[in-house]
């Protein structure tokens, strides 16, 4: 008999920011392997063009209007998702937006605060929902389900001029490991994922740039971009039954630049 762990089939995903980049290239990936699929996003059209994409999977897929830095909308989005899909396994907080400055000195605390709400606000609302839902379940016998966070390389690595971002993404990587730890005996597993250099965007302006490309780019041992198709594989085997053993991990997923 074949092995079948990633088979997702009778699972339901939602994926925070799932309208665009790496969101969606892990919402496909995890429709193409069965996942019905749940996809926040602030951006209508932006949301009805991946709801249609997806459906060419032929999975269910509900797109909603959240914006996750907004606590009412976050509680009213997961329990609308929760009576139409009629449960979520994998909640993969993804929304993010990015704000530095030319120095540290001159970051205005208007871009810090809006980083903050998005980035870990965002992931708090969301994973607080999903846990609700999950310890419910659990409680009439049902265990089970897996929170992705999107971090950054910049957690790991002096992200200059992004001090902002760079501290949401470090402080996801804590709320993991704790949540983690406080929900294994509900069957939750909690990991989380650290893209490096990846072409959506967010970082448009860069992929132009030939200096930017000439001087970072090149010092990824693969020498090119990411792409939201890189984080497929991880999407798939962190909402599968593959990992049901893995908790309070954090993956690094750019091409090698870390270690170069």
């Known amino acids: 008999m074949a092995y079948q762990p990633f088979d997702l089939t009778g699972k339901v995903a939602l994926v925070t920011g799932g309208n665009g980049g790496i969101g969606l290239g ?22 009805a063009a991946a709801e249609n994409q997806l459906k060419a999977h032929g999975v269910s897929v509900l797109s909603q209007k959240v914006d996750v830095a907004d606590e009412a909308a ?12 009629g449960r979520i396994d994998t909640v993969v907080a993804n929304a993010g937006v990015g704000g530095g400055a030319r120095s540290f000195a001159e970051f205005d605390t208007a871009t810090y605060r809006r980083v903050m709400s998005v980035n870990l606000d965002g992931v708090f609302f969301t994973f607080r ?14 265990l089970g389900g897996s929170l992705v966070a999107i971090s950054s390389l910049s957690a790991i690595d002096g992200a ?3 001090e902002a971002y760079a501290s949401t993404k470090g402080a996801v990587i804590s709320m993991i490991r704790a949540i983690a730890v406080e929900h294994a005996r509900y069957g939750v597993r909690a990991n ?17 740039n030939d200096k930017f490309n000439d001087q970072v780019i090149k010092r ?3 020498r090119r971009w990411g792409e939201p198709s890189d984080f497929g594989g991880m999407a798939v085997y962190l909402a599968s039954d593959a990992s049901r053993f893995h908790t309070g991990d954090s993956f690094l997923i750019d091409g090698g630049y870390a270690i170069f």
């Open 160 to 162: 200059a001029r992004n």
């Open 220 to 222: 990824v041992p693969f």
């Open 192 to 208: 989380a994922i650290l893209p490096g250099w990846i072409a959506t965007d967010m970082t448009a302006g860069a992929q132009g």
């Open 26 to 47: 892990m919402a496909e990936a995890m429709a193409q392997a069965g996942s019905a699929i749940v996809i926040w996003g602030t951006n209508a059209e932006k949301n």
């Open 129 to 142: 929902e999903a846990c609700k839902h999950i310890v419910e379940r659990a409680g009439r016998g049902d």
């Open 74 to 85: 976050v509680t009213a989005g997961f329990a609308e998702a929760v009576a139409k899909m």
